[in-house]
Nanobody, 123 residues
Framework: VQLQASGGGLVQVGGSLRLSCAASGLPFSTYHMGWFRQAPGKNREFVAGINHEGGNTDYADSVKGRFTISRDNAKNTVYLQLNSVTPADTAVYHC?????????????????WGQGTLVTVSS
């Protein structure tokens, strides 16, 4: 199983970025997908999740109204659109796949993890 995250980079405050995560080696359309992030010196935190069909999403309060998660099961890819970013959004963003019954915001329920992509917000 491979989860390949991409799209990170340097972005200015208030700017936008779209992250992608391409999955292989698993039946993608049966997995819930999540994005987590880890800032320097901080614990990993949930950012957003989407259920296997794409009809249900969940967001951390800190990103609601600014970030949007989506998926394309035909392309085995999940996306995270980041808008109106702030320096607090600077982190390594990881995608993860969860085969559980329900979409979860808890990292221990996720089965597979990608290597992460770095987002740096400059002020």
């Amino acid at each position: 199983v491979q989860l390949q995250a991409s799209g990170g980079g340097l972005v200015q405050v208030g700017g936008s970025l779209r992250l992608s995560c391409a999955a292989s080696g698993l039946p993608f359309s049966t997995y819930h997908m999540g994005w987590f992030r880890q800032a320097p010196g901080k614990n990993r935190e949930f950012v957003a999740g989407i259920n296997h069909e794409g009809g249900n999403t969940d967001y951390a309060d800190s990103v609601k109204g600014r970030f949007t998660i989506s998926r394309d099961n035909a392309k085995n890819t999940v996306y995270l659109q980041l808008n109106s970013v702030t320096p607090a959004d600077t982190a390594v963003y990881h995608c993860a796949a969860d085969s559980g019954f329900r979409l979860s915001a808890v990292d221990k329920f996720y089965d597979y993890w990608g290597q992460g992509t770095l987002v740096t917000v400059s002020s």
